[in-house]
């Protein structure tokens, strides 16, 4: 079991930049694969950046060059530092964690532990 908690969100300008967390406690000494996801109400949560135990990621096309993935396995601690942001990149940003590898890793059904989320919104 492993429990996550993320922070980090705000209101910023297009352009700006923000830097997301997601404290992870529990089981961390287990190897986790871990992902940022976003939602918009009415909307299907969408995958944005994955990142696995040997640190090898992977991103959304829409957030390629922009959104860096990153870990820090010292504090327990995944991040997500936005840079370039458009007001189409608001939404609630969720952090997830799976011990398995998943074969479809962008897909919320790969996850089994998931954080309440911190709100990004980018105004024009």
């Known amino acids: 079991q492993v429990h996550l908690v993320e922070s980090g969100g705000g209101s910023v300008q297009a352009g700006g930049s923000l830097r997301l967390s997601c404290a992870a406690s529990?089981?961390?000494?287990?190897?986790?694969?871990m992902g940022w996801f976003r939602q918009i109400p009415k909307k299907e949560r969408e995958g944005v950046a994955t990142?696995?135990?040997?640190?090898?990621?992977r991103y959304a096309d829409s957030v390629k060059g922009r959104f860096t993935i990153s870990q820090d396995n010292a504090k327990n601690t995944l991040y997500l530092e936005m840079n370039s942001l458009k007001p189409e990149d608001t939404a609630m940003y969720y952090c997830?964690?799976?011990?398995?590898?998943?074969?479809?890793?962008?897909?919320?059904?790969?996850?089994?532990?998931w954080g309440q989320g911190t709100q990004v919104t980018v105004s024009s």
């Open positions: 990142i696995d135990s040997n640190g090898n990621t």
């Open positions: 529990g089981d961390t000494y287990r190897r986790y694969y």
């Open positions: 997830a964690a799976t011990r398995y590898f998943p074969f479809f890793p962008m897909t919320t059904n790969s996850y089994n532990y």
